[in-house]
C-alpha cells in the first residue's frame, strides 16, 4: 500500500531556456509509483528527457531516440512514448521504486524549435508497504 500519496505537476511553457531545466524536482525520501511528459508541439523531436532516482538515470534519450528504441511498442521497461497531436512518454513500473535522496525529470529543449509547453505529473508517496 503506498502511503501519503500526492500528484506532483511541472510545467515549461514558451519561449524554453536553453539547456537543461527541471521540470519535476522532488526531495526524498519517498516512492515513484508512476509518471508522464508531454510535449505540446516542435519540430524534430530531439527534445530529451532524463528521468532520475536519487541521482541515477533511469532514462534518458531524446523523443525521437524513445521512438527509434522501440519505446513506442510493448516493452519491458517501464517507458512507453505514446506519439499524436501531442507527444506523451509515461512510465510506470510492476513495484514501486523507492528513492532516499530525490527525484527529478530534467528536461532539454534547447534543440528543438516550436514548443508552445512541456506539462509533466507524476504520482509519488511518502512510503510503501504490502500486506503480510
Do not use: W
Amino acid at each position: 500500500m503506498i502511503t501519503g500519496s500526492k500528484q506532483v505537476t511541472g510545467l515549461l511553457t514558451s519561449p524554453l531556456k536553453a539547456g537543461p531545466q527541471n521540470l519535476i524536482n522532488i526531495t526524498g525520501p519517498g516512492v515513484l509509483v508512476s509518471g508522464m511528459v508531454i510535449k505540446q508541439g516542435g519540430v524534430g523531436d530531439s527534445t530529451r528527457v532524463k528521468v532520475k532516482l536519487d541521482g541515477q538515470t533511469l532514462f534518458n534519450h531524446t523523443f525521437a531516440g524513445a521512438d527509434a528504441a522501440g519505446y513506442d511498442t510493448s516493452n519491458k521497461s517501464g517507458f512507453r512514448l505514446t506519439r499524436g497531436t501531442d507527444d506523451a512518454l509515461s512510465f510506470a513500473f510492476s513495484e514501486p521504486l523507492h528513492f532516499s535522496t530525490s527525484f527529478l525529470i530534467e528536461i532539454d529543449a534547447s534543440l528543438e524549435p516550436g514548443i508552445s509547453q512541456i506539462t509533466g505529473r507524476c504520482i509519488v508517496g511518502a512510503s510503501c508497504s504490502y500486506p503480510s
